[in-house]
């Protein structure tokens, strides 16, 4: 093995060990993992229905060789790694949702009658005037909380009335 040369960068030692491998090597450092899997090459961490637990945070566990849980044995699991889009996907949902709820208390969004649709345009030039944008969904979910809140303190002053 050959050293690694980085000219004029300072390379900690371990990466010198790591970078000149032929094979490429993945470790995980994740608290949930136990010890004797945290630096285990290629880990596959999983949520298994029988390891999960109740906690609002489920328990992840390790994908074993033979595609069973690590722990249990069992088979009924889904990657970790997917229960974390899943999370997001149903925060905008739930977001765009409570701001359009907003919207229409505060007749920005218009109803139409049965079989039409809704006039957004007061809604969109909201968004575009104060956000820059005229759909949410270009929005993160710091900037969709944002508007959030800037609905609910629009609509205060009407339900203090």
């Known amino acids: 093995m050959g050293t690694l040369d980085c000219g004029a960068i300072d390379v900690p030692p371990w990466y010198e060990a790591v970078a000149t491998k032929d094979e490429p090597t993945l470790f995980i450092s994740d608290p949930g993992v136990s010890g004797r899997f945290a630096n285990s090459p290629l880990t596959t961490l999983i949520v298994c229905g029988n390891c ?36 997001k996907q149903a925060t905008r949902l739930s977001q765009q949702r409570q701001i359009e709820a907003l919207a229409e208390q505060l007749g920005l969004i218009r109803l139409g009658r049965p079989g039409e649709r809704r006039d957004m345009s007061r809604y969109r030039s909201f968004l575009k005037e104060h956000y820059g944008v005229d759909t ?26």
């Open 52 to 87: 999960a637990g109740d906690a609002p945070v489920p328990r992840k566990t390790v994908l074993a060789a033979d595609g069973t849980c690590q722990k249990c044995g069992g088979r009924s699991y889904v990657l970790a790694s997917s229960l974390t889009i899943h999370k």
């Open 136 to 161: 949410t969904a270009r929005m993160n979910e710091t900037e969709r909380a944002s508007v959030i809140t800037a609905l609910t303190l629009i609509m205060r002053p009407y339900e203090e009335a």
